[in-house]
Nanobody
Framework: QVQLVESGGGLVQAGASLNISCTAS????????TAWFRQAPGKEREFVAV????????FYGDSMSGRFIISRDNAKNAVYLQMNSLPPGDAAVYYC????????????????WGQGTQVTASS
């Protein structure tokens, strides 16, 4: 079992970059494929990116590819999401999620979730 805590969200200027973190307050995050999802107001939860347990494999949602980078630091028991070129007015809660088995693009497949962190780009 793992308990996930997101941090680093906030209000940024449009076009700016922001790095958010997912750390494990209990358990070892390196045992899990870890993903980021986002949910904008009134919309369904959307896949952003996932990194596999072995650190070598990453995959991104279509609208994030080329702008976002997911990474893992096993020594710090953390997974990060670097977000670049945030569009003006873009606002969503970003969630970290972990799955013990194969990485998935489907939110329903994930076993553990953090509480989310709000990210807003000024318009």
């Amino acid at each position: 079992q793992v308990q996930l805590v997101e941090s680093g969200g906030g209000l940024v200027q449009a076009g700016a970059s922001l790095n958010i973190s997912c750390t494990a307050s209990a358990g070892t995050i390196t045992n899990y494929a870890t993903a980021w999802f986002r949910q904008a107001p009134g919309k369904e939860r959307e896949f952003v990116a996932v990194i596999s347990q072995n650190i070598d494999t990453t995959f991104y949602g279509d609208s994030m590819s080329g702008r976002f980078i997911i990474s893992r630091d096993n020594a710090k028991n953390a997974v990060y999401l670097q977000m670049n070129s945030l569009p003006p007015g873009d606002a969503a809660v970003y969630y970290c999620a972990a799955i013990r088995l194969l990485a998935s693009l489907c939110a329903a497949a994930y076993d553990y979730w953090g509480q989310g962190t709000q990210v807003t780009a000024s318009s």
